[in-house]
């Protein structure tokens, strides 16, 4: 897990800080629910794949399908949604690891284990099949392993409604990780839960052996043994494999979906019996042959990881070919198999026939989901819908079940579940804190029962003292609840910021307006005239409004001296308009208007002229005085 370098938010709400893996169509974050303030993991569709309608309506339908699943096996879907031309889901974050991890670290796992986490998947599986949901992708990677144990499926990147009758994938392609095709789709046959139960298979092999069944240069060659090669026993790769662990194993790879486990509820049952020490079904079947001379694999390039787009293998005939016996002993030697393989199913048999058909509900109420799965699923119960309801009880306590505790039922009685989210959330209205002090915001909101965080930033864009809010998410007035997160934005020590501008100010309004900005003003102020500021008042700044400073910089005032001074133009033999134009334009105002005397209009064609001016041509005179003139009548 890295961090991101851009903590974008999403939808106003969902901020990434780690990126925790790539996939095939889509980059999986750590983020922070900035609403409900908690982790989640947010899977957002690559940019290059937005802009192509098909992969984003596969991306769309991987939110619905896993939206409708709750399981305590099945990583939930919180939310789905688009920003801009980014498409997301929002997923719960699992904090643990993957099998494909765990694999690539060599941990070894005991048989035990193997079933275990095996059967987990199965009971995730199987929910989702009867849902009307296929995986389509089961395989290491899609397989998470909580800090305490919980095993969670995730990722229905491609996952398709059994009854929908429209197919994303390319014509001629099928879509998943090669190395755990099931023989029906590799060859881009319909396929249903039996093709899941084949690659759970193929993941516990495995998790038993260190390595998958087949492998090859490249995922065209590994699907093509999935359809046309024996699978080699897991005992041939380790002496450790229990044989009733490795009946499962066969069982479950069987080539054709109708000599498999028929759905994944089936194998998850023989797994349990297998982890309870009981005689396993999948060893009275009469499965594929164990022996050391079975079609091997001898590639040792292994094949990539990452669901893609693989060509579809043309299909083989399915007829086996009869081994004919090496000898009559080789023959007595398997006859005698088959009756001990026989008399060890009827023995199953007779102790499934006496054990008791129906028994009570465990009382799991009180308990943690969690622990409240784990305890019916070891009875061979089934979990099945978990309701989310808000209660007084802790967060994940089961309240209630249906069948109800004590209630008598059989194995595989499906039981659903009623578990609290908690107290129902006490409504809040965000209040607007941005240029408050971050001590009175921190107060208002806390006061409110609001959770905050503040994020400090080296600059800004707009002036912003330092410890007063710049931003906050959500915005003021935003509906929110009691323990829900506001985000500050906040100058860090030592953030620039541009200058405000104090011009018009007076000098001691400008050096209060500057302090509040951790600014202080220098002991010498300079002047100069000004016709539009006041005398006294703040002309400019050095440095100017709008350049980069810190706290703690000192800032020059230059005040206004008054009106700067303007030569009068000379207007005489103007007429008045023409007058008022001129002085106009240098800043002067035309003032009285006075009768010429008679002998000052002798001239002839002097009607209507100025014959004299005061203040007169090339006198200073200060900006927006006004100039008297004579007019001859």
Not at 221 to 242: D, R
Request: hydrophobic residues 40%; proline residues 7%; glycine residues 8%.
């Amino acid at each position: 897990m890295e961090a991101v370098t851009e903590q974008r938010v999403y939808s106003n709400r969902y901020q990434v800080t780690h990126l925790i893996a790539r996939g095939g169509m889509a980059l999986v974050y750590r983020a922070q629910d900035l609403l409900l303030n908690r982790p989640v993991a947010l899977k957002i569709l690559y940019p290059e794949l937005s802009v192509d309608a098909t992969f984003v309506e596969r991306f769309r339908r991987e939110a619905q399908a896993a939206a409708n699943l709750s399981h305590p096996n099945i990583v939930p879907v919180f939310d789905w949604g688009q920003d801009g031309d980014t498409y997301f889901i929002v997923m719960e974050l699992v904090e643990g690891t993957s099998l494909a991890e765990m694999l690539r670290r060599s941990r070894q796992l005991t048989p035990s284990q193997a079933a275990q986490i095996t059967a987990q998947v199965a009971a995730a599986l199987g929910y989702a099949h009867r849902a009307g949901v296929v995986h389509r992708d089961i395989k290491p990677g899609n397989v998470l392993i909580t800090l305490d144990g919980q095993v969670k499926v995730t990722d229905f990147g491609i996952a398709q409604a059994v009854a929908s009758e429209d197919h994303l994938a390319e014509a001629g392609s099928v879509m998943g990780t090669a190395t755990y095709f099931s023989p029906e789709q590799a060859e881009g046959a319909a396929v249903d839960g039996r093709s899941d139960v084949y690659s759970l298979g193929v993941v516990l092999y495995e998790l038993l052996v260190g390595r998958p069944p087949f492998v090859g240069d490249t995922p065209v060659a590994v699907s093509s043994q999935h359809v046309h090669s024996t699978v080699p026993p897991p005992s041939e790769f380790s002496t450790t494999v229990p044989s009733d662990l490795e009946a499962i194993v066969m069982v479950a790879l069987a080539k054709s979906p109708a000599e498999r486990y028929q759905s994944a509820d089936e194998l998850r049952a023989d797994l349990v019996r297998f982890t309870d020490g009981q005689p396993v079904h999948a060893a009275a079947r009469d499965g594929a042959y164990f022996g050391p001379d079975v079609t091997r694999s001898v590639s040792t390039v292994a094949p990539a990881d990452r669901t893609q787009a693989v060509p579809v293998t043309p299909p083989a005939g399915r007829t086996r070919r009869q081994r004919e016996p090496r000898s009559s002993v080789a023959g007595l030697v398997i006859t005698i198999i088959v009756l001990i393989l026989l008399a060890g199913g009827g023995f199953a048999y007779l102790r499934l026939s006496a054990a008791p058909t129906t028994f009570g509900v465990p009382n799991v109420v009180g308990q943690d989901v969690t622990t409240a799965s784990a305890t019916l699923i070891s009875d061979n119960l089934i979990v099945g819908t978990t309701k989310l309801v808000h209660a007084p009880q802790a967060n994940g306590t089961v309240i209630s079940t249906v069948p109800k505790a004590g209630k008598m039922v059989k194995k595989g009685a499906i039981i659903t579940l009623t578990v609290s989210q908690g107290p129902a959330p006490v409504a809040v209205t965000v209040p607007d804190e941005t240029g408050k002090q971050l001590s009175a915001a921190l107060s208002a909101l806390q006061q409110l029962g609001l959770t905050v965080k503040v994020n400090q930033v080296q600059s800004a864009p707009t002036a912003g003292a330092p410890n007063t809010v710049l931003t906050q998410v959500p915005a003021g007035g935003t509906n929110s609840h009691k323990g829900a997160t506001v985000t500050l934005t906040v100058l860090a020590s030592g953030a620039t910021f541009p200058l405000p501008n104090v011009q018009g100010q007076t000098s001691v309004q400008a050096a209060s307006s500057l302090g509040q900005y951790g600014l202080s003003v220098s002991g010498t102020t300079a002047s100069a005239c000004s016709n539009s500021i006041a005398t006294g008042s703040v002309l400019r700044t050095v440095p100017a409004a709008g350049q980069m400073v810190s706290s703690g910089t000192s800032i020059e005032l230059v005040t206004s001296s008054g009106v700067c001074q303007v030569v009068v133009p000379n207007v005489i033999g103007k007429t008045v308009p023409e007058a008022s134009s001129t002085l106009s334009s240098q800043g002067l105002v035309l003032g009285q208007i006075s009768d010429a005397l008679p002998t000052d209009c002798l001239t002839p064609g002097t009607s209507g002229e100025i014959t004299s001016q005061n203040p007169g041509p090339g006198i200073s005179a200060p900006f927006n005085s006004t100039v008297d003139v004579t007019v001859c009548p």
